[in-house]
């Protein structure tokens, strides 16, 4: 976002602090050290990892294995009675950190984005200041430019990060 004059920090409840993990991979793809409980009450949400992770519905259970990215957690329902949580990989790890404005045109309303922090294919962080404007399409500008920077997306799971 060419001109940016303003920055307001964003506080997620967890922002990458440039772990040096794994190289980001799909569901799988190494083993997980640690366990992540996202029970059925919480879901469906994104989760974002920056390690592979054992991500199980409540304490016991077996869970399944996730490798570093954005992730989409659901429910199935196996039958009426039964629920099960699915997950989706659906990226490489992506934070927003901040957004950002251009002061300039902040009477106007225009000139506004969010600061991105992703981990690339050479498992290296970077960031980008999206304008938001990207998010008024079908995602496909947005998709791509992450895809340039090196962020892996899953290709099949792109109606998930449409906008």
Not at 2 to 20: I, K, N, Q
Not at 65 to 91: M, R
Request: proline letters at 6%.
């Amino acid at each position: 976002m060419p001109g940016v004059t303003g920055v307001t920090e964003a506080s997620p409840d967890r922002v990458a602090e440039g772990v040096d993990g794994e190289e980001s991979g799909r569901s799988g793809d190494s083993a997980a050290s640690e366990v992540a409980i996202i029970p059925i009450a919480k879901r469906p949400c994104f989760e974002v990892f920056d390690r592979p992770m054992l991500v199980k519905v409540g304490e016991t259970g077996s869970g399944k294995l996730f490798g570093p990215g954005v992730g989409w957690f659901y429910v199935e329902s196996a039958d009426k009675d039964t629920l099960i949580g699915e997950q989706h990989w659906i990226c490489s790890p992506l934070y927003v950190i901040a957004q950002a404005c251009d002061e300039r045109s902040e009477r106007s309303g225009a000139a506004f984005g969010r600061v991105l922090r992703y981990r690339n294919t050479l498992n290296r962080w970077g960031t980008w200041t999206m304008p938001m404007e990207m998010l008024s399409g079908d995602g496909s500008e947005l998709r791509g430019i992450l895809l340039d920077r090196g962020v892996k997306i899953d290709p099949t799971r792109k109606g998930v990060v449409t906008c």
